[in-house]
């Protein structure tokens, strides 16, 4: 009775242990709370062990099932490795470790996301969908709302060394940074969309779910506005528009019968508006709270009585402020660009390795670089894996996008097709996002993983409409 117990818990083992799906859904989450305070230190370490499963996975695939590994694009993705692991001996330094690590990384990009297609089967990939979107709209509406109810309540303070509420003017309510704040909230909002499809049939969700995705919809639109965040910013203004465009050619059912200019003049309408609004959203929403912070602030008038001039200008520094104001718009980006300019001479073929970048920045510029990363995934992309490995990626990226928009726009008719119209939505923005941020392969975090889990769903869409 034990014995067979025993065996049955290590074929259960074995099973979970090799399986694509449940190792992405892991990833995932665990990258996902690397993104919040007091579980980021957890959260780190359960990633680290959760990477070097995925090498065991990968090295058994690689000798045992090698057809898993069939994916598209096979060749120069394997090329651009290649290039990414000769680059780490090249560069070889105290960082060679964490450039393999990066190298790996990359496999994992392509062959376990990008690849899911291959190693999973579709109904669990359809399965493993539901589950991310619903994760992401459910944990990111919790983490909002009690990032709202410590600003609502506290303002901002510390906890533990964590900064909690508001942090230079913007709201960062429980997660790290302001920009991932911004950046899960928006991703969160197209979850919605995504979620919201034919795709995954007549989901008759309770009452009670419909009414909480309603109100974590609201909390992360609330907490885009107030972050600040101007990448994430045009990261949900992009989606917008391009999901407006493929909406506006889908009711054609062929190319040639598109009204152009009608099509564009509306489009050029509805970006106008949605620009506009979103700034003057923005500005409402910040100066509400601002208001509603500052309104009954009787820590501020009760403490002492106003007795000089000096005691007034201390009150008016103490109110608490959500709203930058003359800030560089491109937050040192512009700066980092030139930096990363001068970086990408050192060895423009091969580059210099992720890993090296702060200490080759050392090297080669007066007081290094003004962040730890270039803030902008091409360029890092040139300094790290050398022009050579940039185009590789390009030649990906792009034969990507068209082989997607090709299919959006030539079957707009299918109901898969609008569903893949929305990844291929987010996809657009995304790629427009990184030219401000440091996604795409510049760091194994969530803003990464994020661009490859809807790679993967795009791959396997295209798939499935190219066989029925």
């Known amino acids: 009775m034990l014995l067979s117990f025993s065996s049955y818990f290590v074929k259960k083992f074995k099973e979970k242990f090799y399986d694509f799906s449940f190792f992405r859904i892991c ?21 680290s062990f959760i990477i070097f499963w995925g090498f065991l996975i990968c090295l058994d695939t690689l000798f045992y099932d090698q057809k898993k590994f069939e994916i598209k694009y096979k060749n120069i993705i394997i090329f651009f490795i290649i290039l990414n692991i000769l680059s780490c001996f090249i560069n070889f330094s105290s960082y060679f470790l964490t450039n393999l690590v990066f190298a790996f990384h ?8 990008f690849g899911m297609n291959k190693n999973t089967e579709k109904k669990i990939i359809f399965l493993e969908m539901k589950i991310f979107l619903k994760f992401l709209i459910f944990a990111s509406g919790i983490i909002s709302a009690l990032g709202l109810l410590v600003m609502f309540t506290k ?48 989901i008759k969700e309770s009452k009670i779910k419909n009414f909480l995705f309603t109100i974590f919809l609201f909390f992360n639109i609330f907490s885009l506005f107030l972050t600040d965040s101007n990448a994430s910013f045009v990261f949900i203004t992009i989606y917008l528009v391009v999901r407006i465009f493929c909406e506006s050619f889908a009711k054609y059912s062929s190319f040639k019968e598109t009204k ?17 609004s979103s700034f003057l959203i923005r500005e409402f929403s910040q100066q509400t709270v601002n208001w509603i912070l ?3 602030d009787k820590k501020i008038f009760s403490i002492k009585l106003i007795e000089n001039q000096d005691d007034l200008e201390k009150i008016h520094s103490d109110k608490i402020k959500i709203g930058r104001e003359n800030y560089d718009v491109s937050s040192g980006r512009i700066l980092l660009f030139k930096q990363g300019l001068i970086l ?13 970048l702060v200490r080759y920045a050392k090297i080669y510029i007066d007081g290094g670089l003004i962040f730890s990363d270039l803030h902008n995934s091409y360029l890092t992309i040139i300094v790290a894996n050398g022009w050579i490995g940039f185009i590789i990626f390009m030649m990906f990226a792009i034969s990507t996008i068209f082989r997607s928009a090709r299919m959006v726009f030539s079957q707009n008719h299918k109901r898969k097709t609008k569903f893949l119209s929305k990844l291929f939505s987010i996809l657009i923005a995304y790629f427009c996002y990184a030219i401000f941020e440091k ?22 869409v295209l798939e499935s409409e190219h066989r029925s």
């Open 27 to 47: 990833y995932i989450i665990s990258l996902f709370f690397e993104t919040t305070s007091f579980t980021n230190i957890y959260a780190l370490w359960i990633k």
């Open 106 to 113: 990359s496999v994992v990009c392509f062959f376990i996301f």
């Open 155 to 202: 303002g901002s303070f510390k906890f533990f060394g964590y900064t909690l509420g508001i942090f230079n003017n913007r709201f960062l309510g429980v997660y790290t940074n302001s920009n991932l704040a911004g950046f899960v909230s928006a991703t969160s909002v197209m979850a919605c969309d995504l979620l919201n499809d034919k795709y995954f049939g007549n």
């Open 260 to 276: 152009i200019f009608r099509e564009i003049l509306f489009i050029s309408v509805c970006v106008s508006i949605i620009i506009s």
């Open 294 to 296: 500052n309104k009954n």
């Open 344 to 356: 990408s001479k050192i060895r423009p073929l091969l580059g210099i390795g992720r890993g090296n």
């Open 439 to 460: 996604c795409i392969l510049s760091e194994i975090t969530f803003m990464v993983i994020f661009l490859w889990i809807i790679l993967g769903y795009i791959s396997t």
